[in-house]
């Protein structure tokens, strides 16, 4: 049986991406440069003590909307919000639009 770590909820981010272009013209010279990208989740808070505590197969519950994308970042900008699609076995996303300059948490 799984053991699931329930944690307390600071909010759900509120949807909503913009259907612009995130490449103006001007950062053409910089097309070839490579940037990581990343899709996060963030988790609430939980005590040290409960950290210390976790083992294998524990599930920490995020309380994320299943039915919420997730925020999109280029190292530390965040530039879109995604959804989760499974492409073979493996797992991508799908981008629902752009937030170029728009701040998130």
Known sequence: MESVVETAHPGSPEPG?????????EWNSLAH????LSVSIPLPH?????????SPGQILVS???TNH??????????LAMVDFERV?????????GFQMG???T
């Open 17 to 25: 991406a913009s259907e612009q272009n995130p490449a103006p013209e």
């Open 33 to 36: 440069l490579s940037v990581p």
């Open 46 to 54: 939980i005590s040290l003590g409960d950290l210390m505590a976790l």
């Open 63 to 65: 309380h994320w909307p």
């Open 69 to 78: 994308d997730v925020p999109l970042s280029a190292g530390e900008v965040f």
């Open 88 to 96: 073979g076995d493996q797992l991508g996303v799908r981008i629902s």
């Open 102 to 104: 728009a701040q998130h």
